[in-house]
């Protein structure tokens, strides 16, 4: 065995706790001091106050929803037949679910009818219908000899009141505005 090797088996290894004493020192002088206590308990304070501003507005927010009709009322866009003629074209025509205008629910031909004399051509379908799925993944409808490309280009779901626990948000928000504001109030009082 060479000297080097002698000198790093032997006095290197004892001498371990000797070469990181400063920096466990270091490490330690750090986390118990004021100001990294003080900031993480701001940033602690915030993160909780973030995490806690989604069930507060949106707890409210699913529960009047259904009330003013802010939800579940899909818009259903018909295409003219021109359009539905370009996207039916081509080598490998889209394979769409077809219906004669007959074959609709009464709903569905009043919100076919008022959609394709439009100006936007789209109309809001008041509910979910027989057809609602074959509508949803986009069909053509036939209406006196011509095609008309008809979907539900908007759906808007009402969201889940029980997914959002607005007594646990609220003492959230009040946590983390606490935890925010706790330094700056110590240095106040003191």
Request: aromatic letters at 12%; proline letters at 5%.
């Amino acid at each position: 065995m060479s000297d080097d090797e002698k000198d790093l088996h032997g006095e290197d290894q004892g001498d371990f706790q000797e070469h990181f004493a400063p920096v466990v020192r270091s490490f330690w002088r750090t986390m118990t001091s004021r100001s990294f206590q003080t900031y993480t308990i701001s940033f602690v304070g915030m993160i909780i106050l973030s995490a806690s501003i989604g069930g507060v507005i949106l707890g409210p927010y699913a529960a009047i929803q259904p009330t003013y009709g802010l939800c579940d009322k899909p818009v259903v866009e018909v295409y003219s037949p021109a359009d539905t003629a370009e996207l039916t074209a081509g080598d490998e025509p889209p394979n769409f679910r077809q219906f004669s205008y007959d074959e609709l629910t009464p709903m569905e031909q009043e919100t076919f009818d008022e959609a394709r004399t439009s100006a936007l051509q789209e109309a809001e379908l008041d509910g979910r219908t027989a057809h609602f799925e074959e509508l949803r993944n986009g069909s053509v409808v036939t209406y006196e000899g011509e095609s008309y490309y008809t979907v539900v280009a908007s759906l808007d779901d009402c969201v889940d009141e029980t997914a959002f626990n607005v007594p646990l948000s609220i003492v959230g928000v009040v946590v983390g505005l606490g935890l925010s504001a706790a330094p700056g109030l110590r240095r106040w009082f003191n």
